[in-house]
């Protein structure tokens, strides 16, 4: 780093010049370049503000610096919607409680992640279901291992009384 008072090299990590003790000012770093300014086109329909490409061919990965921009979500169910339905639904043959807890949990994640724009809106319906269905089958699950134990104990019982 160079002094500029005096001209002097000194140590990249230095506050001071060690010729003329001048405090040392780094160098800001050179400025982003911004994205090219784009002209409107002739007005079709065209708003301010709106994006001038087509959604499908916008960058989906782009993070821009301008302040409130948000870029466009993907338009399909995220695999988290689908696996919640999935899961939910397969337990009402399967493992039951198994299968409908991680379904419900997986649903109750997508719908908070929709609800705060994390997630695409199209993976809402494929979350209720897993959400819904998951209690459900929970709960199903819970009673009939509840009426199974009663009637263990009642076969108990009434062996017992003989």
Known sequence: MFCNQCGTDNKDDARFCRNCAAPLVKAAPPPEPQPPVVPSPPNYGYQPGQSVMPQEQSYQGYQSGYAGYNPPQQQSASGRAIASMILSLVSLVTCGPLLSVPGLILGKMELNAINAGQAPRA?????????????????????????????????????GAR
Do not use: N, R
């Open 123 to 159: 993976g809402e319906t494929f979350a209720k279901i897993g959400y819904y269905a998951g209690i459900a089958v929970t709960a199903l699950s819970a009673l009939l291992i509840v009426s199974y134990i009663l009637i263990i104990i009642a076969a108990i019982m009434s062996s």
